[in-house]
Nanobody
Framework: QLQAYGGGLVQAGGSLRLVCAAS????????LGWFRQAPGKEREFVAT????????AYADSMKGRFTISRDNAKNTMYLQMNSLKPEDTGVYYC?????????????????WGPGTLVTVSS
């Protein structure tokens, strides 16, 4: 299973670091991703990383502000979020797919955590 935490309330321009901890999964073999869902909106892609961590991809609006990384020895993935904006508000989910490559498509992920709420105030 996956568990995301680290969300909270932050002012615009601030930073948060989300953590996704995995258990019972072949974590080091899987591509991983972060997605988010704002109130009243569909779930959207945020960032993804491949098994080895040497390939990443970001949604255009997150490029240069967010950084995805992973530590396979700790079965943990991270999302460092800087220069946060009110439009970044939402529930952030971590996900794992059973292939080693990264993916921007939520339907390609098999395992999902329950999400952590990020609220950015203006």
């Amino acid at each position: 299973q996956l568990q995301a935490y680290g969300g909270g309330l932050v002012q615009a321009g601030g930073s948060l670091r989300l953590v996704c901890a995995a258990s019972g999964l072949r974590f080091s073999s899987y591509g991983l991703g972060w997605f988010r869902q704002a109130p009243g909106k569909e779930r959207e892609f945020v960032a993804t990383i491949n098994r080895s961590g040497d390939t990443t991809a970001y949604a255009d609006s997150m490029k240069g502000r967010f950084t995805i990384s992973r530590d396979n020895a700790k079965n943990t993935m991270y999302l460092q979020m800087n220069s946060l904006k009110p439009e970044d508000t939402g529930v952030y989910y971590c996900a794992a797919r059973t292939l080693m490559v990264a993916s921007t498509t939520p339907q390609r992920y098999k395992y999902w955590g329950p999400g952590t709420l990020v609220t950015v105030s203006s």
